[in-house]
């Protein structure tokens, strides 16, 4: 389960980081035309890295406006969780592209270093214009990435902010080895000469040490690492949220998930084995409610794993050997002498079970219910055939004969007020017809339940002491209020 984002959210967020990237790749796109040509005309290395350290960018600008444009897609019978991993691998391609460029500077910078190739720099303003707009650029867009990342939770954009971040300081390393390979030039100190190719090193050193975090990061997410969001104390704490809801027994298992900026939680649960599905499933939803409180609009599955709880009466856990073998059993009892249980129950098994598979079924039931609760000292099951198919009476009539003794038997007790809606229903039988009679009995509503059944019970009784032939009365009880008869 996640949160539901309507169509207009999810357009607008789309539309948020498209105009984001492609402002991105506007701004790359002329920061790194003019380093190139301010390069080229100037001769710096530290000016050309720049450049080629901004050409990076924009490959990474436009990689990221593409991912934008495909992770928002939803998912689809091909890609059931989403295209958010496009934004992961497009990471991956500019971490190769910034790997790239920092081998060629560091090979073109040690050269001139060792070889003293190229040092003579032609001296113009341009490249301090250059560098001062790029610092600005790089600021303001950077900042503007920034934002709409974690307005939207993108991690393309987010690492597009992070490498613009650093070109600011890449450039102003540029910029002093610039100014200081001028200044030696103009006061004739050789030892200054080398300040281009040394700040073409620095930059070189920031492209890799951003390449390598980037690299970091775009691995985990490809390698479905459990994302920073819940790792440490923010998973003990969702772990401690999930184990606080009434009816979680144990917290087994969590795993989460990040795809794009999507996250996905599988989460494993130990439930009371004898929870109503209806319970079950508002547990289910109080933690998915409990995972999106630290994961927002993540998708949710949860597993329940049935378990027995210290709260169990032997009543429930003899009902839940039985669950699990998935047969059916009622009216048990259980009784206690010498510190020993003795249980009876009723098994329900389908008509058409021979008695030889039925009584191995029965026995297999006990033993299974022994090895559970040692306790138990004798088992006896009563073994009751169940129709496999719904009845089809030959006759559904009132009989007014069986109805006129049903009534008179009522008549005795001064609790029952009405007797009405009497069925007979005759069901044949090898030998004789099988007789059902069933009924309406109003009784005074404030009447205690148990006073209820003491009085249906009597009724029977009495009913079937008069009426022998009948095998079996069906009572149901409603209140004076309520009757319709």
Request: proline share 4%; net charge negative; aromatic share 6%.
């Amino acid at each position: 389960m996640a949160l539901v984002t309507t169509p207009e959210e999810a357009a607008h967020t789309h539309a948020a980081k498209r105009s984001a990237a492609l402002l991105s790749v506007f701004a790359a796109l002329i920061i790194t035309l003019l380093k190139l040509i301010t390069g080229i005309f100037t001769g710096s290395l530290g000016m050309l890295s720049e450049a080629a350290h901004s050409g990076i960018d924009l490959c990474a600008a436009a990689i990221t406006f593409f991912s934008v444009q495909v992770s928002d897609r939803p998912a689809d019978e091909d890609h059931n969780y989403g295209h958010g991993k496009i934004e992961s691998l497009s990471a991956f391609v500019e971490t190769v592209l910034m790997l790239g460029s920092c081998i060629w500077i560091l090979t073109e910078a040690i050269r001139r270093i060792l070889f003293h190739q190229n040092l003579a720099l032609t001296f113009s303003v341009w490249p301090f214009a250059v560098l001062l707009l790029s610092i600005t650029v790089d600021y303001s867009r950077s900042r503007t990435l920034h934002r709409v990342a974690v307005q939207h939770n993108s991690e393309a954009l987010k690492a597009d902010a992070i490498h613009f971040r650093t070109d600011i300081w890449s450039s102003f390393a540029v910029l002093l080895g610039l100014a200081a390979t001028y200044a030696g030039k103009h006061w004739h100190l050789p030892f200054l000469e080398l300040a281009d190719p040394i700040a073409a090193l620095i930059v070189s050193g920031i492209i890799l040490r951003v390449s390598w975090q980037l690299a970091r990061h775009t691995i985990d997410a490809l390698l479905d690492a459990t994302p920073a969001e819940t790792r440490a104390q923010t998973r003990r704490d969702l772990i401690l949220d999930l184990a606080a809801i009434d009816g979680v027994l144990s917290v087994d298992r969590v795993r989460t998930r990040r795809s794009g900026s999507s996250y996905f939680a599988d989460v494993t649960l130990g439930m009371p084995r004898k929870l109503t599905f209806q319970r079950s499933e508002q547990i289910t939803a109080a933690a998915t409610t409990a995972v999106q409180r630290h994961l927002p609009g993540a998708d949710v599955v949860v597993h329940s794993v049935p378990t027995a709880s210290m709260a169990e009466s032997v009543h429930d856990r003899i009902r839940a050997v039985a669950a699990r073998s998935n047969l059916t059993i009622h009216d048990v009892s259980v009784q206690e002498y010498n510190y020993q249980l003795h249980v009876e129950q009723h098994l329900e098994v389908d008509e058409t079970m021979p008695l030889r598979d039925a009584h191995a079924l029965a026995t297999q039931l006990e033993s299974d219910m022994r090895r559970e609760i040692p306790g138990i000292a004798t088992i006896l099951t009563h073994i009751e055939s169940e129709p496999a198919t719904i009845e089809r009476p030959a006759s559904l009539e009132r009989d007014r004969q069986l109805e006129v003794r049903l009534r008179r038997a009522a008549a005795v007790f001064p609790e029952i007020l009405d007797i009405h809606e009497v069925f007979v229903t005759r069901i044949p039988n090898p030998g004789s017809d099988r007789i059902q009679v069933s009924c309406h009995c109003t009784l005074p509503d404030d009447l205690p339940m148990a006073e209820v059944h003491a009085v249906i019970t009597a009724l029977e009784g009495a009913f079937k002491l008069d009426a022998p032939e009948v095998n079996r009365l069906l009572i149901h009880p409603e209140p004076a209020t309520d009757n319709r008869g």
